[in-house]
Antibody, heavy 123, light 109 residues
Framework: QVQLQESGPGLVKPSQTLSLTCTVSGGSINSGVYYWTWIRQHPGKGLEWIGYAYFSGSTYYNPSLKSRVAISLDTSKNQFSLKLSSVTAADTAVYYC???????????????WGQGTLVTVSS | QSVLTQPPSASGTPGQRVTISCSGSSSNIGSNYVHWYQQIPGTAPKLLIYSNNQRPSGVPDRFSGSKSGTSASLAISGLRSEDEADYFCAAWDDSLSAVFGGGTKLTVL
């Protein structure tokens, strides 16, 4: 059974960089089948796709966040990470890591999710 | 403002059939697959339907999805109290991003 678990600071100061890690168990992120994804949910609101990284090292980001986002894989630890720079209060959200199991272009769907971690941006 | 439009709420009584709609455009639902997620408050979303009408293993056949043109629907038959949750539709948008609906809160009366 695949499991994902987010970890990282729950409080980040404005203008700093938000850094989160997702540890994957029950499967390898190096399998070449899945896209390792970050999604966030602002309090009481809908979901926002942030982007993904693929085992080859390729990445793809939401155009609205692209200038501030970096997603990377650490295959030795079976983890992937999110960095979001220059954060503001608008970046306060629950951040989820998820596995994207698309087998066709533009099919993207998320079949396994972490439990989510709340990150608050405040001084 | 979400790219995909869902009604904010829906309700039904146990045993009833309920449908939740999701409206988009030619750049998302009209040309790409639709997926549905169930989220019980305080927990992570769970994949309910993928690729318009496919159920992952373990999802009861009471849940079904359909798509027509730029709209999609999730139907829940034989409504049960444990179906009370938020439901989100999602699709890839040709502006190069996955997009979601704003969510529909389903109440079982």
């Amino acid at each position: 059974q695949v499991q994902l678990q987010e970890s990282g600071p729950g409080l980040v100061k404005p203008s700093q960089t938000l850094s989160l890690t997702c540890t994957v168990s029950g499967g390898s992120i190096n399998s070449g089948v899945y896209y390792w994804t970050w999604i966030r949910q602002h309090p009481g609101k809908g979901l926002e796709w942030i982007g993904y990284a693929y085992f080859s090292g390729s990445t793809y980001y939401n155009p609205s966040l692209k200038s501030r986002v970096a997603i990377s894989l650490d295959t030795s630890k079976n983890q992937f990470s999110l960095k979001l720079s220059s954060v503001t209060a608008a970046d306060t959200a629950v951040y989820y890591c998820a596995r994207d199991s698309a087998t066709q272009t533009k099919q993207n769907f998320f079949d396994y999710w972490g439990q989510g971690t709340l990150v608050t941006v405040s001084s | 403002q979400s790219v995909l439009t869902q009604p904010p709420s829906a309700s039904g009584t146990p045993g009833q059939r309920v449908t939740i709609s999701c409206s988009g455009s030619s750049s998302n639902i009209g040309s790409n697959y639709v997926h549905w997620y169930q989220q019980i408050p305080g927990t992570a979303p769970k994949l309910l339907i993928y690729s318009n009408n496919q159920r992952p293993s373990g999802v009861p056949d009471r849940f079904s999805g359909s798509k027509s043109g730029t709209s999609a629907s999730l139907a829940i038959s034989g409504l049960r109290s444990e179906d009370e949750a938020d439901y989100f539709c999602a699709a890839w948008d040709d502006s190069l991003s996955a997009v979601f609906g704003g969510g529909t809160k389903l109440t079982v009366l």
